[in-house]
């Protein structure tokens, strides 16, 4: 089995089923965010402030083509890497892409109180949510699965992904 990667609006549950997903499966967790940050030596709102969000999507793209390389990892990805078909061509031939959703109440609900969401701190959040998540459905449904978080704990939601992912070896 190679990777599985974890697609998704923010605040859907990438970061809390990967790492516990990675936990069962005894594979190693990346957070592809975390190694953007960890590898340009700033925050991803500092990129975006200072060189702008073509230059991170460049930036993201040659990250996961490094850790497509790698075998056996759990990745939870941006929002919005599946803007670009290329990096949705990478994840699907080197692994299985899961798509999480939730409803933008929920999501509104876990991130709010999250500063470093830039895409967030607008005066009407839940509208800018389902503007997104409209504009990025078409992107999402290219995944191999697709799995609503709204009501579902991180266990249940990691159950479902190892029994997908069972079937994909």
Known sequence: MNNIYLVGFMGTGKTSVGKELAKKKKWPFVDLDELIEFKEKRLIADIFAKDGEPYFRRVEKQVLKEVSKEKKLVVACGGGIV?????????KENGVMICLTASPKVILKRTSGYAHRPLLNVREPEKQISLLLKLRSPYYAKADKIINTSLAPVKEVVAKIIKITAKKK
Do not use: V
């Open 83 to 91: 803007i670009n078909p290329e990096n949705i061509r990478i994840m």
